[in-house]
């Protein structure tokens, strides 16, 4: 399978924990995205990499939430000291590069904060 | 501020039929626009795209229209069929990101 893929699919945490999802791209993409979908909403914009840079961060990315991409293949976000806010589903999503607008989306991992 | 908005929170609409699913903007500077369809449990998947200088795009039994005066483009599905049923998502291309609308769920009714 060569699509996205992001794990683990569920997690449940308590409120304080730290959770940390992975992102593994589509092998060929360069650019590698964040975002969150909570009910009833669309997917919103988190943060973007080209390669191991972390170009842009939305402003819901509070201070709790960092993104890493080191080899500039798979990703990582880790949200510190959870709160029942950030249960959510997180979507990652990989393209080519510049010029090309077209994300394909892993699965995204379900977290739910108690 | 949203600035792209699918007003319409669901539509059913009988097999065989079209539907029109319909989304508007705000930002006259997006340059690129898509449909997303996504089923429960699983991400959205690209349905159909088109830039800010074509005014019609189709691909099979997808349509997308848009109309750049009003800020508004719609998607078509013809004949529609049980499978479509989904929640669809239209999203406007934003320098580096994807602003997505807060989708709309079509079920398809035998």
């Known amino acids: 399978d060569t699509g996205v893929s992001q794990d683990p699919r569920h997690k449940i945490t308590k409120r304080g924990q730290n959770v940390t999802f992975r992102c593994d791209p589509i092998?060929?993409?360069?650019?590698l995205y964040w975002y969150r979908q909570t009910l009833g909403q669309g997917p919103e914009f988190l943060t973007y990499f080209q390669n191991e840079a972390q170009l842009e961060k939305s402003r819901l990315l509070s201070d709790r939430f960092s993104a890493e991409r080191p080899k500039g293949s798979f990703s990582t976000l880790e949200i510190q000291r959870t709160e029942q806010g950030d249960s959510a589903m997180y979507l990652c999503?990989?393209?080519f590069g510049e010029g090309d607008e077209k994300l394909f989306f892993g699965s995204g991992t379900q977290l739910s904060v108690l | 501020d949203q600035q792209v908005k699918q007003n319409s929170p669901s539509l059913s609409v009988q097999e065989g039929r079209i539907s029109i699913l319909n989304c508007d903007y705000t930002n006259s500077m997006f340059d690129y626009f898509l449909w997303y369809k996504k089923y429960p449990a699983e991400g959205p998947t690209f349905l159909i795209s088109?830039?800010?200088?074509?005014d019609k795009n189709e691909d099979g039994r997808f349509t997308v229209f848009l109309n750049k005066s009003a800020k508004h483009l719609s998607l078509h599905i013809v004949p529609s069929q049980p499978g479509d049923s989904a929640v669809y998502f239209c999203a406007a291309s934003a320098l580096s990101e994807l602003i997505f609308g807060q989708g709309t769920e079509l079920s398809v009714k035998p």
């Open positions: 999503a990989s393209s």
């Open positions: 088109i830039s800010s200088i074509k």
């Open positions: 092998s060929e993409h360069n650019r």
